[in-house]
């Protein structure tokens, strides 16, 4: 387990970009594989993207792709999702999650660690 706090959420207008910072508690941050997900009032939480260990493999629901990217920095315990060309249905808490493991996975089942989530609004 690590501790996630993730940050950057706000309020933001259609089109524009937002960035979301999570950090990570442990030294051993290049151990986990990290994700982030989504949950929309009423919604169930769904998968956004994630990354790999070293960073060099990333992967995304095809709702964001091309959109969205998932970056980390592993000498600074850190992921990022720089969001852009934001859209009304992109609003949602994002959470940032890990997992231990080497294999990157799209259910929120597969994750052991969780954030409090931050909130982003998208304006129509």
């Known amino acids: 387990q690590v501790q996630l706090v993730e940050s950057g959420g706000g309020l933001v207008q259609t089109g524009g970009s937002l960035r979301l910072s999570c950090a990570a508690s442990?030294?051993?941050?290049?151990?986990?594989?990290m994700a982030w997900f989504r949950q929309a009032p009423g919604k169930e939480r769904e998968f956004v993207g994630s990354?790999?260990?070293?960073?060099?493999?990333?992967g995304y629901a095809d709702s964001v792709k091309g959109r969205f990217t998932i970056s980390r920095d592993n000498a600074n315990n850190t992921v990022s999702l720089q969001m852009n060309s934001l859209k009304p249905e992109d609003t949602a808490v994002y959470y940032c999650?890990?997992?231990?493991?080497?294999?990157?996975?799209?259910?929120?089942?597969?994750?052991?660690?969780w954030g409090q989530g931050t909130q982003v609004t998208v304006s129509s």
């Open positions: 999650a890990a997992r231990t493991g080497y294999l990157t996975k799209s259910h929120l089942s597969d994750y052991d660690s």
């Open positions: 442990e030294g051993t941050f290049s151990s986990y594989v």
């Open positions: 990354i790999n260990r070293s960073g060099g493999t990333t």
